[in-house]
């Protein structure tokens, strides 16, 4: 996610907000974000009720005998201003997408 962070002038000039969202506290978010130096953009916790956000999005991991039961997949969503879901990329733990694909599809809507 510090990648978003290097790039959110580029983000900006595509009229997107970036927001993270995971099911962590609110207080784990703080803590995260400033152990990697901080962040500008909105952290989201889908901490109670556990998940809602996540599950209501097809990406809460319900399989207990999966690694990081209980978390959300890394996933990417781009959404319109309509509400529509325009973009959705779900990838493995510790992976993600470099951010010119975003910007790729980002130039098509």
Same mark, same amino acid.
């Given at each position: 996610?510090? !990648?978003?962070?290097?790039?959110?002038?580029?983000?900006?000039?595509?009229?997107?907000?970036?927001?993270?969202? !995971?099911?962590?506290?609110?207080?784990?978010?703080?803590?995260?974000?400033?152990?990697?130096?901080?962040?500008?953009?909105?952290?989201?916790?889908?901490?109670?009720?556990?998940?809602?956000? !996540?599950?209501?999005?097809?990406?809460?991991?319900?399989?207990?005998?999966?690694?990081?039961?209980?978390?959300?997949?890394?996933?990417?969503?781009?959404?319109?201003?309509?509400?529509?879901?325009?973009?959705?990329?779900?990838?493995?733990?510790?992976?993600?997408?470099?951010?010119?694909?975003?910007?790729?599809?980002?130039?098509?809507?």
């Amino acid at each position: 996610m510090p !990648s978003y962070e290097d790039d959110l002038p580029r983000f900006e000039d595509f009229d997107t907000q970036v927001l993270g969202i !995971s099911v962590d506290s609110a207080h784990s978010h703080d803590a995260w974000a400033k152990s990697i130096g901080g962040i500008s953009y909105p952290l989201c916790s889908d901490f109670y009720p556990h998940g809602e956000v !996540s599950e209501k999005y097809g990406v809460l991991r319900k399989n207990p005998d999966e690694p990081a039961y209980g978390a959300s997949e890394r996933a990417l969503f781009l959404i319109d201003k309509e509400g529509i879901i325009r973009y959705i990329d779900v990838h493995p733990l510790g992976e993600q997408p470099d951010n010119e694909e975003l910007f790729d599809v980002l130039r098509k809507l």
